[in-house]
């Protein structure tokens, strides 16, 4: 197994390794937003190693503050990226930049001096519900376990277009919303008190589609560049009273963290998986010719605030969903949407067999009904001021973490009042 040269990424708990690769957008005290590379410790500045003309294959766009232009270039030059930045920071390959002192100085940034953007001009965001336990656990809550699935469930992955404007990246706090939340009494106006995680896997659609045009499974696949961890922050009271008919709208319209380092399909592609076994035959159009799921382990973390150490809540795995991501988009196209470069799919919560893998409080309180142990001491059901949530995500290659580096946010208190002043 190869391994690089930069400082920590050998360390047996470090997320990126040679092996991963991810890809983000950073800016530091002295510039402004550019593309980067998280490696061991550090960001790697992919513009400074384009400006030195190591990397060849035209304009990649690494200058600009979003991957949007070089996730257009497609599957080979991304191959081809891949391949010379592999050489460039393994051990005992190209020496172009492990000995240019000066060159090393300027373009392995610190992570901790990196200020992290989002990783994509984000173009449009859908939010799936494609992990079969959740599907279960929430129906089984609201309508009792005969009728948890409704009957289109097990043949097409079912979704909602999601609000792409409060797309945050990891770090931004979550105010929490104000909305109208049914009573005994009738509906009330105020702060939510059921604020909730959805710990998701979302998926970054590189290669557009035009109006009209549709995708095969294996066409969708190509289409994808990456990964990111994905928090659908959801307030379960205004969900509760505004979901019929049309499915969530406030509930979960503000906010939806994602994690600012987006690992490729290449990185992951040892982690492949077959596909679930399946109730009933899907339809052609979204039939698989080939293994689209992945195992990426889930974790959430919870820490109030002042509180010293965070304790997990959440361990789950992306190999419980149902339908792939390639699922996702190539059902999202075939009516003839078009798909740009830059949209976000999220798969949906996923939740396991157990309680501690169902992924979000709804269901581990099961419905509010019970306390949820924190290993830290106290219990939660729904979020509090003041908390932050972590999500954690790697799969494995070698014994090597293919690593997410996290997505956090803290909520902060509602406003007080309704108006531009509060
Ligand atoms: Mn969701």
Same mark, same amino acid.
């Given at each position: 197994m190869k391994q690089? /040269?930069?400082?920590?990424?050998?360390?047996?708990?470090?997320?990126?390794?040679?092996?991963?690769?991810?890809?983000?957008?950073?800016?530091?005290?002295?510039?402004?937003?550019?593309?980067?590379?998280?490696?061991?410790d550090s960001v790697l500045d992919l513009s400074e190693l384009a400006a030195e003309e190591l990397?060849?294959?035209?304009?990649?766009?690494?200058?600009?503050?979003?991957?949007?232009?070089?996730?257009?270039?497609?599957?080979?030059? /991304?191959?081809?990226?891949?391949?010379?930045?592999?050489?460039?920071?393994?051990?005992?390959?190209?020496?172009?930049?492990?000995?240019?002192?000066a060159l090393r100085d300027r373009a392995l940034v610190p992570l901790d001096k990196a200020q992290m953007h989002l990783p994509v001009d984000l173009r449009?965001?859908?939010?799936?519900?494609?992990?079969?336990?959740?599907?279960?656990?929430?129906?089984?809550?609201?309508r009792g376990?005969?009728?948890?699935?409704?009957?289109? /469930?097990?043949?097409?992955?079912?979704g909602y277009n999601g609000r792409v404007s409060t797309v945050v990246v990891s770090g931004t706090p979550v105010r929490r919303p104000l909305g109208q939340l049914m009573s005994a009494d009738g509906p009330k106006f105020g702060p939510s008190q059921r604020l909730d995680i959805?710990?998701?896997?979302?998926?970054?659609?590189?290669?557009?589609?035009?109006?009209g045009q549709t995708l095969t499974v294996a066409e969708a696949w190509e289409h994808l560049f990456g990964f990111v961890l994905l928090n659908d922050w959801s307030a379960r009271d205004i969900q509760r009273w505004e979901g019929q008919p049309l499915g969530p709208f406030q509930s979960k319209a503000f906010a939806t963290s994602i994690s600012p380092w987006i690992v490729t399909r290449a990185a992951l592609e040892p982690c492949r998986r077959p596909a679930p076994k399946r109730d009933n035959d899907l339809l052609p159009y979204l039939q698989e010719d080939a293994d689209y799921f992945v195992d990426v382990k889930l974790e959430a973390h919870l820490k109030p605030e002042g509180a010293a150490k965070a304790s997990r809540i959440v361990q789950t795995n992306t190999a419980h969903l149902y339908y792939s991501a390639p699922q996702l988009l190539a059902h999202h196209a075939v009516c003839g949407c078009r798909m740009q470069t830059g949209d976000l799919l999220g798969s949906g919560t996923i939740s396991g067999p157990e309680r501690q893998s169902f992924g979000c409080l709804m269901e581990q309180s099961w419905g509010g009904r019970d306390q949820i142990a924190l290993e830290q001491g106290g219990s939660r059901i729904f979020l509090e001021d003041g908390d932050s949530v972590i999500l954690t995500g790697w799969g494995e290659v070698d014994g090597q973490r293919?690593?997410?580096?996290?997505?956090?946010?803290?909520?902060?208190?509602?406003?007080?009042?309704?108006?531009?002043?509060?």
């Amino acid at each position: 197994m190869k391994q690089s /040269w930069v400082a920590g990424a050998q360390a047996p708990d470090c997320d990126f390794p040679l092996a991963n690769l991810p890809y983000g957008v950073f800016s530091t005290a002295e510039r402004g937003p550019r593309c980067g590379m998280a490696i061991g410790d550090s960001v790697l500045d992919l513009s400074e190693l384009a400006a030195e003309e190591l990397l060849t294959g035209g304009d990649l766009g690494f200058d600009r503050p979003a991957l949007n232009h070089f996730m257009t270039l497609g599957a080979e030059t /991304w191959a081809a990226v891949r391949a010379r930045l592999t050489d460039l920071l393994a051990e005992g390959g190209d020496p172009a930049l492990r000995e240019n002192v000066a060159l090393r100085d300027r373009a392995l940034v610190p992570l901790d001096k990196a200020q992290m953007h989002l990783p994509v001009d984000l173009r449009g965001y859908t939010d799936f519900y494609a992990g079969r336990q959740h599907a279960f656990n929430s129906g089984s809550i609201l309508r009792g376990p005969e009728n948890a699935l409704t009957p289109n /469930w097990t043949h097409m992955p079912i979704g909602y277009n999601g609000r792409v404007s409060t797309v945050v990246v990891s770090g931004t706090p979550v105010r929490r919303p104000l909305g109208q939340l049914m009573s005994a009494d009738g509906p009330k106006f105020g702060p939510s008190q059921r604020l909730d995680i959805e710990v998701e896997f979302g998926a970054i659609v590189a290669l557009p589609t035009e109006l009209g045009q549709t995708l095969t499974v294996a066409e969708a696949w190509e289409h994808l560049f990456g990964f990111v961890l994905l928090n659908d922050w959801s307030a379960r009271d205004i969900q509760r009273w505004e979901g019929q008919p049309l499915g969530p709208f406030q509930s979960k319209a503000f906010a939806t963290s994602i994690s600012p380092w987006i690992v490729t399909r290449a990185a992951l592609e040892p982690c492949r998986r077959p596909a679930p076994k399946r109730d009933n035959d899907l339809l052609p159009y979204l039939q698989e010719d080939a293994d689209y799921f992945v195992d990426v382990k889930l974790e959430a973390h919870l820490k109030p605030e002042g509180a010293a150490k965070a304790s997990r809540i959440v361990q789950t795995n992306t190999a419980h969903l149902y339908y792939s991501a390639p699922q996702l988009l190539a059902h999202h196209a075939v009516c003839g949407c078009r798909m740009q470069t830059g949209d976000l799919l999220g798969s949906g919560t996923i939740s396991g067999p157990e309680r501690q893998s169902f992924g979000c409080l709804m269901e581990q309180s099961w419905g509010g009904r019970d306390q949820i142990a924190l290993e830290q001491g106290g219990s939660r059901i729904f979020l509090e001021d003041g908390d932050s949530v972590i999500l954690t995500g790697w799969g494995e290659v070698d014994g090597q973490r293919i690593g997410f580096g996290g997505c956090e946010g803290r909520i902060a208190p509602a406003p007080k009042a309704v108006g531009k002043a509060f």
